[in-house]
């Protein structure tokens, strides 16, 4: 069965098990989610991720973080979906809780936080809030 939409169920999964207190998640791996979970890493909103080759698509295992028994990763929202794209120009990037939370947007430079594609003067596609 195909799924419409691989990120949003992506970020489903992530925001489940964080509200589950599970300590890792497995997601179906594209290169996209791996681009997505190296910015959370980077971040600092999961311990780490790894790549398990249980399924012929393989697997991407995080490990999520908390503080205090509370999620690090405490909000998650899809902008950009399959029938309704969103795109900013650098100009307009979008700043997230004023620059608390992180906005990830892919560019014709790879997939990058909104900091980084304002640093870099570049626009794109907005893929997600996370804060």
Known sequence: MSMTDPIADFLTRLRNAATARQRKVDVPASNLKRAIAKILYEQHYIDKYLDVEAAPQGVIR????????????????????????????????P?????????????????????????????????????
């Open 62 to 93: 995080i490990y999520l973080k908390y503080y205090d028994g509370r999620p690090v990763l405490s909000g998650l929202r899809r902008v950009s979906v399959p029938g309704r794209r969103v795109y900013a120009g650098a100009a307009e990037m």
């Open 95 to 131: 700043r997230v809780l004023n620059g608390l939370g992180v906005a990830i947007v892919s560019t014709n430079r790879g997939v990058m936080t909104d900091k980084d594609a304002r640093r870099l003067n570049v626009g794109g596609e907005i893929i997600c809030y996370i804060w």
